[in-house]
């Protein structure tokens, strides 16, 4: 399996703090996607970076890639209790069209 | 709505008996995915189309498991003979391929129990 492994498995940490996730894989990848699930739902796309981007903002998302670690960190500022999800990184290989997704970090962010 | 959608929202079947999903992508996106998720796992890919080609299946998709996606617009997913392991989150998503990097639009999933 070319899936991005996650790290923590689990983030519990208080409301207004920040939180940080990573994700290593072993591949070479075209774009590296980051994804958050609610519980029993669907997935949902938050950022993309492409393989030659070193980092992205969105609102309160920050993302980097690093290419030579193979590694990716999603960093969520300022948390809120409505961030409590499983988030998932998700690479898109340069040989293939498929998006293969990790094992997720579940955070909680506790009011 | 103009989202994906998905239905059923659950399934509830006896081992044995034959299930079919149905997933309707977004109008303008020409490519559909299925995707199977189990408690804590992240989505294991399963097979995907583009318009109605069905461009690539799992190796881990045995030959109970079809998917269709006549005039490339809606797809279906079939389960032949349910087995007690095929339980799990079946999710759908379509994105538009372009020159672009893509990005997957995910239906809410239909929740399949095998008793």
């Known amino acids: 399996s070319q899936q991005g492994e996650e790290d923590p498995q689990a983030l519990s940490i208080q409301e207004g703090e920040n939180a940080t996730m990573n994700c290593s894989y072993k591949?070479?990848?075209?774009?590296l996607q980051w994804y958050r699930q609610n519980s029993g739902r669907g997935l949902v796309h938050l950022i993309l970076?492409?393989?030659?981007?070193r980092e992205k903002h969105s609102g309160r998302l920050r993302v980097t890639l690093d290419t030579s670690k193979k590694s990716s960190s999603l960093l969520i500022t300022a948390s809120r209790a409505a961030d409590t999800a499983s988030y998932f990184c998700?690479?898109?290989?340069?040989?293939?069209?498929?998006?293969?997704f990790g094992e997720g970090t579940q955070l909680t962010v506790n009011p | 709505d103009t989202g994906v959608s998905q239905d059923p929202r659950h399934k509830i079947t006896k081992r044995g008996q034959n299930v079919t999903f149905r997933c309707d992508p977004i109008s303008e996106h020409n490519r559909l995915y299925w995707y199977r998720q189990t408690l804590g796992q992240g989505p294991e890919f399963l097979t995907y189309?583009?318009?109605?080609?069905?461009?690539?299946k799992s190796r881990l998709l045995s030959d109970r498991f079809s998917a269709e996606r006549p005039k490339g617009s809606f797809s279906t997913l079939e389960i032949q003979r349910t087995e007690q392991g095929d339980s799990a989150m079946y999710l759908c998503?379509?994105?538009?391929?372009?020159?672009?990097?893509?990005?997957?639009?995910f239906g809410s999933g239909t929740q399949l129990s095998v008793l």
């Open positions: 998700a690479l898109q290989e340069t040989s293939g069209s498929r998006l293969t």
């Open positions: 970076i492409r393989s030659n981007e």
């Open positions: 998503a379509s994105s538009f391929k372009g020159p672009t990097n893509e990005k997957l639009f």
């Open positions: 591949t070479s990848i075209n774009n």
């Open positions: 189309f583009q318009n109605e080609a069905q461009l690539e």
